[in-house]
């Protein structure tokens, strides 16, 4: 006998329904199936997104998109759950979206036509951009100390960071690897760079949903 799948997320609240602004009546009639966890259940996108921007983390995720990386939709999911401070996509406007699951919806997400247009958004910021590849002189991630409000930077899928990423970065770290597989693909990379500056520099919690 095939197991009976469970509907995902909840269905039409209660009455009487609750009076805070944060809810959305529309959810509060329909039930709620989006991919959030039970804190944010019946709340409007815009009220999570302004619940989020109170408590994001100091670091940004950058990845270079020169030939359409099917890896980003992955890598504004994984921003979205380490609680990123925004991503940036360099190149290419367009991206695959389905694979950040509608996560993009909660995450700032910005624009950078060139690598120039983000060095120069991140210089008026102050940030330093580390890159992410596994590059001759790169420097073990697991055992570099990253700054507590930086850019981490991948490159296309394939060819990794570009000539010009290569120059402008402040450092290149390398995730280690131990099999055959001469490299990970984009979006497995931006989950471990970002969970390696969530165990050195954020406050560790347990869920509660």
Request: include cysteine; charged fraction near 25%.
């Given at each position: 006998?095939?197991?009976?799948?469970?509907?995902?997320?909840?269905?039409?609240?209660?009455?009487?329904?609750?009076?805070?602004?944060?809810?959305?009546?529309?959810?509060?009639?329909?039930?709620?199936?989006?991919?959030?966890?039970?804190?944010?259940?019946?709340?409007?996108?815009?009220?999570i997104v302004e619940e989020l921007d109170l408590s994001r983390h100091g670091f940004h995720i950058a990845i270079e998109n020169w030939a359409h990386?099917?890896?980003?939709?992955?890598?504004?999911?994984?921003?979205?759950?380490?609680?990123?401070?925004?991503?940036?996509?360099?190149?290419?406007?367009?991206?695959?979206?389905?694979?950040?699951?509608?996560?993009?919806?909660?995450?700032?997400?910005?624009?950078?036509?060139?690598?120039?247009?983000?060095?120069?958004?991140?210089?008026?910021?102050?940030?330093?951009?580390?890159?992410?590849?596994?590059?001759?002189?790169?420097?073990?991630?697991?055992?570099?100390?990253?700054?507590?409000?930086?850019?981490?930077?991948?490159?296309?899928?394939?060819?990794?960071?570009?000539?010009?990423?290569?120059?402008?970065?402040?450092?290149?770290?390398?995730?280690?690897?131990?099999?055959?597989?001469?490299?990970?693909?984009?979006?497995?990379?931006?989950?471990?760079?970002?969970?390696?500056?969530?165990?050195?520099?954020?406050?560790?919690?347990?869920?509660?949903?």
């Amino acid at each position: 006998m095939e197991e009976k799948q469970s509907d995902v997320g909840v269905g039409p609240h209660s009455e009487p329904w609750p009076t805070d602004s944060r809810y959305d009546p529309e959810l509060l009639a329909n039930g709620d199936r989006r991919n959030v966890i039970d804190r944010f259940r019946y709340w409007s996108r815009e009220a999570i997104v302004e619940e989020l921007d109170l408590s994001r983390h100091g670091f940004h995720i950058a990845i270079e998109n020169w030939a359409h990386d099917l890896n980003i939709g992955t890598v504004v999911r994984n921003a979205n759950a380490f609680l990123a401070a925004g991503v940036h996509i360099v190149g290419r406007r367009r991206w695959n979206r389905r694979g950040a699951m509608v996560t993009d919806r909660y995450q700032h997400v910005s624009h950078h036509p060139t690598i120039e247009d983000l060095l120069s958004w991140a210089s008026e910021e102050g940030l330093p951009i580390i890159g992410i590849d596994n590059l001759p002189g790169s420097v073990a991630l697991e055992k570099t100390e990253l700054p507590e409000r930086c850019v981490l930077l991948l490159g296309q899928e394939g060819p990794g960071l570009s000539d010009r990423a290569r120059e402008a970065v402040t450092k290149v770290c390398s995730i280690s690897q131990y099999g055959s597989t001469r490299s990970i693909n984009a979006g497995v990379a931006s989950g471990i760079a970002m969970h390696t500056w969530i165990r050195q520099h954020a406050e560790i919690r347990e869920r509660d949903d």
